[in-house]
């Protein structure tokens, strides 16, 4: 069950959100038209020609209600319908040069309304806001296909994923502040003693947002490698981003000309092992061990990169 706070929360977001924009006037951004009325004019100016049971389904609005809004839209001249076999609902509909008007209108009004309020807010919190648009469109839009893009480390990085992956860990499996230690201890030596000709990271990024990362240390041996710390941020686990982090390490891994990558990771952490397995890596080791806070099996995983 959603707890009452999360629920209070999204509904919080939703009253601020409509306030804001002017969402509850009758007509928006002081145009002729209802926040309806605007959205299925934008359909009707970005579709080629399509019917209304196509702008019902997109929109999920009421067929009944779509039907008396396009009713209007005809008797003020701003769209026209064409014959179709099935008839009705299956008929093509497209802008009127008046209707085409209307809607560079309407648009120009808006665009105007959300760049004003953009304005009254200071750099930072434009750029929270609008990333937040963002993540809000991809966890909504089931068609969203922005690509992950794998990059090199930048300033701020680093203490970028020993925060997260502490926090994570901690709301995920109860570690505590150990685990942000050790993570802190491996990234600080990585960053001291980094070797470009062995050694290498990736930040994974959707549309500038980080979503996860993973290192390429050197091991014990001139020919074993280490991968370390691959972290995914929960929203995009299952999309593949793990996998295109743990390819990358090998990959890289391959041509440095490491023989072995190895990796210690603990039982618990189900999905990161099962993207070790589909990637060639073996169990070569486990232990229980007492740390962060817990009771844990730690594991030891190898790939032999000479045989793949």
């Excluded at 068609?143 to 701020?156: F, I, M, Q, Y």
């Excluded at 997260?164 to 709301?171: G, H």
């Excluded at 743990?246 to 072995?260: F, N, S, T, W």
Aim: charged fraction near 25%; charge should be neutral.
């Amino acid at each position: 069950m959603i707890p009452d706070a999360d629920i209070a929360a999204l509904r919080a977001f939703n009253r601020t959100y409509t306030r804001k924009l002017g969402l509850l006037n009758p007509r928006l951004d002081d145009s002729p038209f209802s926040l309806t009325e605007a959205r299925v004019l934008y359909e009707l100016a970005h579709r080629t020609d399509p019917s209304a049971a196509e702008i019902t389904r997109v929109l999920d609005l009421d067929p009944a209600q779509l039907s008396r809004t396009l009713k209007r839209f005809a008797t003020r001249g701003l769209v026209e319908t064409s014959d179709h076999p099935d008839g009705g609902r299956s008929r093509p509909i497209r802008l009127t040069t008046a209707g085409r008007e209307a809607f560079a209108a309407l648009e120009h009004k808006t665009r105007g309304a959300i760049g004003a309020l953009l304005e009254t807010l200071p750099d930072g919190k434009r750029a929270s806001l609008l990333g937040a648009a963002r993540t809000i469109s991809q966890v909504f839009d089931a068609d969203a296909t922005s690509a992950v893009v794998l990059r090199d480390l930048k300033p701020g990085d680093l203490g970028w994923i020993i925060h997260r992956q502490a926090v994570l860990y901690a709301e995920e499996y109860g570690w505590n502040q150990d685990y942000e230690v050790l993570v802190a201890r491996i990234l600080a030596d990585f960053a001291q003693a980094f070797d470009p000709a062995r050694e290498a990271a990736w930040i994974a990024e959707i549309d500038g947002r980080v979503v996860g990362s993973i290192f390429l240390v050197r091991g014990d041996a001139p020919d074993v490698g280490k991968l370390r710390l691959l972290y995914v941020e929960p929203e995009t686990r299952g999309s593949g981003v793990g996998a295109m982090l743990v390819r990358a390490c090998i990959a890289r891994a391959r041509e440095v000309g490491y023989a072995r990558l190895n990796l210690w990771t603990n039982s618990v952490l189900s999905a990161a092992r099962r993207i070790y397995e589909r990637e060639g890596f073996v169990l070569i080791e486990e232990s229980p061990h007492h740390s962060f806070g817990q009771d844990l099996i730690g594991q030891t995983w190898s790939l032999d990169l000479a045989t793949r």
